[in-house]
């Protein structure tokens, strides 16, 4: 069961700078809200214990690493076929994040991929599925 966390207003603003960096020292964090080293590093393990920080994440830029079309699929799955799906995208390193969503669809995912073909072919997989609808990503914002 999930419980509600009063945060205060140091805690926020140490969140807001490991979400902007979080391979900043605990020193570079205490600069910036005005605690020590010591106090920055205890109130970060206590947002870990609690679980408000979940993890950590790298941001990759996938287009140095060869894959020039970044893309979001929508899927509304077939009766039957949820379970599939979800062992399907487990199985697909070109899936990056994946959701369960409300509306005319039921999964959003967001893929990275090599080139047109790559797209095609994951579509073409994941067809046997749902219908697919597929939106390229032109930028970030």
Do not use: W
């Amino acid at each position: 069961m999930a419980s509600d966390f009063n945060l205060e207003d140091i805690d926020e603003s140490i969140l807001q700078c490991l979400q902007e960096n979080s391979r900043e020292t605990f020193a570079e964090i205490g600069r910036k809200v005005s605690l020590s080293p010591s106090a920055t590093r205890e109130r970060i393990l206590k947002l870990e214990e609690q679980g408000v920080i979940k993890k950590y994440n790298l941001k990759l830029d996938y287009k140095l690493l060869g894959f020039d079309i970044e893309a979001f699929v929508l899927v509304k799955v077939f009766h039957g076929n949820l379970k599939l799906l979800f062992n399907f995208i487990s199985s697909k390193t070109e899936i990056k994040e994946a959701y369960r969503i409300t509306g005319n669809q039921n999964v959003h995912l967001k893929v990275v991929l090599k080139n047109q073909l790559h797209l095609q072919n994951l579509i073409d997989e994941l067809m046997q599925f749902g219908d697919t609808s597929t939106f390229l990503i032109l930028s970030e914002i």
